[in-house]
């Protein structure tokens, strides 16, 4: 027999690779981190002699999610100004709040607390976007949590930079200080069309040729932001950036509601990938993307939550339902985004995003062991009849009971591994005393 870490025996294993998948009475075996193997159960006891074998008999196994646009330390600022457009909320509340209280206790403090809730929600990889990375970068590798890191670039001072090559240099030394981190990949995050000059973002498009890192932005989020865009500089934002040289397969834009047909086909030339977070666009009014067409035209798209301060969950099974019912809603067609669709979209198609496909987003031989565990006993997810279903439609992040990072169990029995809850709902209590004392 041959010897390996862990084997986790499951009613039901959903790969998503091959598309549309349900493996009954199936084991998923693991050694030094990686997947060695999925096959049926008794042939797995069979073959294989298991440090730890885990019995998940009324549980799915998936790959963990990939939440493709989020920040994370936003979790400090949960619903500090609610009910309100994108941009009211940013100008009044948020960028104010920054302002007084960003540093990096503070990104370090809310980027556990966000690890928290992730893991819990079976999230094992974060595509993250906020300033002093390095404090993330800490929080993450302590949580156990995967993570692309962006290197954020914006035009005015804020409390980590004075200007944007200033925060583009210090992101570039966390990439460096962090080089071989197997947790932690970096992207280039200029923040938005409307807060980046021309020259950064030139920059940008020179520097993500050189590493291969992904850029990550936000693009067309509001039909707002669009037309003083046109008035300052004659193009459409996205028309802008492709003649600056970043709509390439390395682009995720975050958002891309307010796209037209010449724009997705050019995402979709350009091999770019969207990030769609229907659940902070549907709260900011910001608009529904039109996912559907992007997909038909082979646009990759991938789930977002954004960040807690307007969503107000860091919840990917939430969006996976979202997104799947608004886009049968906005195109008509109840056959669009099916549950396998979705599921995908919230694991390959974002890990494919990121740069990751080949280490993560699906149960194959020679990945990383990120994994979740899905409980499907509970009276509100029976009966049974298509896991696969229950996973999109009737399942949440609360059925989630156990989740591995490369092979390492970070949730056990719904209780988190390595990180004390006491003290991240201190650190979150303490954070809102300074918050409402300024």
Known sequence: MQRIDSLLIAAHVVPVEPAGVVLQDHAVAIDRGRIVAVLPAADALARYEAKSVVRLDHHALIPGLVNLHCHAAMSLMRGIADDLPLMQWLQDHIWP????HLSDAFVHDGSLLAAAEMLRGGITCVNDMYLFPEATARALVRAGLRASLGIVAIDFPTAYAPNAATSIEKGLAVREAFRGEPLLSFTLAPHAPYTVGDETLKRIATLSEDLGAPIHMHIHETQGEIGPDVVKHGVRPLERLRKLGLVTGRLIAVHAVHLDDAEIDLLARAGSSVAHCPSSNLKLASGIARVAAMRAKGVNVGFGTDGAASNNRLDAFTEMRTAALLAKASSGDAAVVRASDALRMATLDGARAIGLDREIGSLVAGKQADIAAVELSSLE????????????????????????????????????????????????????????AA
């Open 97 to 100: 709040a920054e302002g007084k």
């Open 381 to 436: 997810t029976l009966p049974c009849y298509d896991p696969l279903s229950h996973l999109v439609y009737a399942a949440g992040r609360e059925h989630v009971s156990h989740v591995w990072v490369g092979g390492e169990a970070r949730l056990v029995e719904r209780k988190l591994v390595g990180l004390d809850e006491t003290e991240l709902r201190e650190k979150a209590h303490s954070w809102k005393r300074k918050l409402q």
